[in-house]
């Protein structure tokens, strides 16, 4: 839609872009790549996101850091055995990812903060600034927070019965798993479900929250980051006898219904055929073609007004307030102005056009109002 002249244009919406610990540009050089490619980085959490530019808020990349092993200097490869400063490898499970930044004191942020996240806390043995160590320290309050609210993905919004009676219909997707807990308090509760000697063992655990950290409510109580802490704590000290509960989700490939035959009354599993490719412009000529039985039609052109330019618009008065009489006809407080044919016609603020496709309801109102401003 065209905005009339003069009319002030309605800024264009920004996208918001997503906040970072840290951000800046990377170069990064993965197990299948033959070189460097180079993106606006930004790591949140454990997950360092890549961008094509810094006005991206939709990444085109990501690296999680969740199986992180080991982060070196990097001396680039070829017959220089000087390392510039510039290059340094993160060790993942599986894979080795190496980087380049422009200077030495952008790979020593990079790696300082990746080593926050990863083992929450700063590190002390790079060489950083005051000012860098003061980043790191928020950056480390900010993970350990949202560590906190996160919920592992054991966790199911689920009562102490219906946890009770899935980890007994579905043993294969793990026999322990989070829940909120049963007091109200804002606390959670951990259900496990073993097998001893054929018989089936239950148990509930409170799961309190306390400051920024949990506790585990037990005999000698057990001290917690994070729920993902509490969840590794029962895996750790039962030796992995328990194990996280994670619900099977499969999905279908292909689309499928159940259809009766008619003749014998039995259903068979029916895949319906894939429609017909659409052809491009199939469609618009399809809707261009005129129907053989009825002829044409063609729009009857509106009589000119005499004396009039033919983009003139009927004014209507400048009251502040408008009594409208009836449905077609605005009146204001001295009622409708008169214009008589050569009389000086006031300026439409803003150039306006007429649309040509009127109707013949408002074709019809049209004439009548010409007709009074004429008596």
């Given at each position: 839609?065209?905005?009339?002249?003069?009319?002030?244009?309605?800024?264009?919406?920004?996208?918001?872009?997503?906040?970072?610990?840290?951000?800046?540009?990377?170069?990064?050089?993965?197990?299948?790549?033959?070189?460097?490619?180079?993106?606006?980085?930004?790591?949140?959490?454990?997950?360092?996101?890549?961008?094509?530019?810094?006005?991206?808020?939709?990444?085109?990349?990501?690296?999680?850091?969740?199986?992180?092993?080991?982060?070196?200097?990097?001396?680039?490869?070829?017959?220089?055995?000087?390392?510039?400063?510039?290059?340094?490898?993160?060790?993942?499970?599986?894979?080795?990812?190496?980087?380049?930044?422009?200077?030495?004191?952008?790979?020593?942020?990079?790696?300082?903060?990746?080593?926050?996240?990863?083992?929450?806390?700063?590190?002390?043995?790079?060489?950083?600034?005051?000012?860098?160590?003061?980043?790191?320290?928020?950056?480390?309050?900010?993970?350990?927070?949202?560590?906190?609210?996160?919920?592992?993905?054991?966790?199911?919004?689920?009562?102490?019965?219906?946890?009770?009676?899935?980890?007994?219909?579905?043993?294969?997707?793990?026999?322990?798993?989070?829940?909120?807990?049963?007091?109200?308090?804002?606390?959670?509760?951990?259900?496990?479900?073993?097998?001893?000697?054929?018989?089936?063992?239950?148990?509930?655990?409170?799961?309190?929250?306390?400051?920024?950290?949990?506790?585990?409510?037990?005999?000698?109580?057990?001290?917690?980051?994070?729920?993902?802490?509490?969840?590794?704590?029962?895996?750790?000290?039962?030796?992995?006898?328990?194990?996280?509960?994670?619900?099977?989700?499969?999905?279908?490939?292909?689309?499928?219904?159940?259809?009766?035959?008619?003749?014998?009354?039995?259903?068979?599993?029916?895949?319906?055929?894939?429609?017909?490719?659409?052809?491009?412009?199939?469609?618009?000529?399809?809707?261009?073609?005129p129907d053989p039985g009825k002829p044409p039609w063609v729009p009857t052109p509106l009589p000119p007004v005499p004396d009039q330019d033919e983009n003139y618009i009927?004014?209507?008065?400048?009251?502040?307030?408008?009594?409208?009489?009836?449905?077609?006809?605005?009146?204001?407080?001295?009622?409708?102005?008169?214009?008589?044919?050569?009389?000086?016609?006031?300026?439409?603020?803003?150039?306006?056009?007429?649309?040509?496709?009127?109707?013949?309801?408002?074709?019809?109102?049209?004439?009548?109002?010409?007709?009074?401003?004429?008596?």
């Amino acid at each position: 839609m065209a905005t009339a002249p003069g009319l002030p244009r309605a800024p264009k919406s920004k996208p918001i872009l997503p906040s970072h610990y840290y951000e800046g540009f990377l170069e990064k050089k993965g197990p299948k790549d033959r070189d460097y490619k180079k993106f606006w980085a930004g790591l949140q959490g454990l997950t360092i996101y890549l961008y094509i530019s810094n006005r991206d808020p939709q990444y085109v990349e990501k690296v999680d850091l969740s199986n992180f092993l080991a982060l070196t200097d990097d001396a680039p490869r070829g017959g220089s055995t000087m390392d510039p400063g510039t290059h340094f490898c993160l060790s993942l499970e599986g894979q080795e990812i190496r980087f380049k930044v422009d200077s030495l004191e952008a790979r020593e942020m990079w790696k300082g903060f990746i080593m926050t996240v990863v083992e929450l806390k700063v590190p002390s043995n790079l060489t950083l600034l005051p000012g860098h160590r003061y980043m790191m320290a928020e950056a480390l309050t900010k993970e350990k927070d949202r560590r906190a609210q996160e919920k592992p993905s054991c966790f199911l919004n689920v009562s102490r019965v219906e946890a009770q009676l899935l980890l007994e219909r579905y043993p294969d997707c793990g026999n322990m798993l989070l829940r909120p807990g049963s007091d109200r308090s804002g606390g959670y509760s951990i259900t496990t479900r073993q097998t001893l000697n054929g018989a089936e063992v239950v148990r509930h655990y409170k799961v309190k929250r306390e400051g920024l950290g949990y506790v585990i409510d037990v005999e000698e109580p057990i001290s917690c980051s994070s729920l993902h802490d509490v969840v590794n704590y029962f895996v750790s000290n039962t030796k992995g006898a328990l194990v996280p509960f994670y619900p099977d989700e499969d999905y279908e490939k292909v689309l499928g219904f159940v259809e009766a035959n008619q003749e014998n009354g039995e259903s068979t599993w029916t895949v319906p055929k894939p429609p017909a490719p659409r052809v491009p412009g199939d469609d618009k000529q399809r809707q261009q073609l005129p129907d053989p039985g009825k002829p044409p039609w063609v729009p009857t052109p509106l009589p000119p007004v005499p004396d009039q330019d033919e983009n003139y618009i009927i004014p209507i008065s400048d009251q502040p307030t408008t009594q409208y009489v009836n449905e077609d006809e605005p009146k204001g407080l001295d009622g409708p102005k008169k214009v008589t044919p050569g009389s000086s016609q006031p300026k439409v603020p803003f150039g306006v056009s007429i649309c040509t496709d009127i109707t013949e309801e408002l074709e019809r109102k049209l004439r009548q109002r010409r007709a009074n401003l004429e008596k």
